[in-house]
């Protein structure tokens, strides 16, 4: 979260506009009923969630739901075991620079890339497998951490992927000259470690695979600027005030936290969110240029990535 937008004096949501671990819950249920397989927490950051291991038992408990987690890493050393305990079995963990001077550029400063590095070791040694490390990649401030970060988690077991830096709403002054594509991160590892491609695990699969080809892992690139994805897209997002987005870049949400706590049945609930998807028309990352520059979008880090 951008430190200057949400600092010491920020003013957050009251309790009793967030929705309750019951209703997330409960959302879950009807979503895995419509279809849903993966449930991912996120952020903001879901680790400073009071009591997030409980919302990770509800959910772990729930037959056909594949659930994981995206962090920033800063407190997953103490909340690893904790965490797998509850259920959780898979993790992702944002790493963009080895050296702090360029990892503290990129993510304001929060904790050292040292602690983050210890989360990673923390989940991994838990049992969380695999962890998944996503690296943002800025032209002129981390692209230097490409390689060092390929090397050291190379043949380890985890999955580092490497991620086109993108407009996440109003917060970061994106500009387009600043993204290094994925062709660009390919040829800068392959060059020095020789990488094979994989094939999707699934339809709407966000990141392209690649294999080394000496046998030690696989990393992922996800093309979210110069190759968007729209077309396969086949994720909604849910914000932790209830409110149902369908692009990450999209301009409003529905509200499910007013039906939910209307007294509306599963139907309903069911029945408003599958017009909700099914009527949806999100193609920001197909169409992006200056003039959709200023667009009115949520933030990334109120509904997460």
Known sequence: MPREAFGRNHRFL????????????RLARIFVSLGVRKVRLTG???LLRR????????????????????????LLAGKARAL?????RRATVSLDAMDDRSFRAMNGGCCSADRVLSGIEAASRAGMTPVKVNVVVKRGVNEGSILP????FRGK????????YMDVGGSNGWRLDEVVSASEILAMITAELPLEPVAPNSVGEVATRWRYRDGAGEIGIIASVTQPFCQDCNRVRL???GQLYTC?????????????????????????????????????SEIRSERTRDLPRVDMSYIGG
């Open 14 to 25: 009251g309790r009793e506009r967030l929705l309750t671990f019951e209703e997330i819950a």
């Open 44 to 46: 903001g950051e879901p």
């Open 51 to 74: 009591g997030i291991e409980d919302l990770v038992e509800m959910l772990a408990c729930i037959p056909g739901l594949d659930l994981t987690l995206t962090t920033n890493g800063s």
């Open 84 to 88: 797998v305990a509850a259920g959780l």
């Open 149 to 152: 970060i390929a090397r050291h």
């Open 157 to 164: 077991g985890q999955i580092v992927r490497f991620i086109e």
């Open 239 to 241: 914000s932790a005030d």
């Open 248 to 284: 990450l870049f999209a301009r409003a949400g529905y509200d499910l936290r007013g039906l939910l706590r209307s007294g509306a049945g599963d139907d309903v609930l069911s029945e408003a969110i599958s017009r909700t998807w099914s009527t949806r028309e999100d193609r920001y």
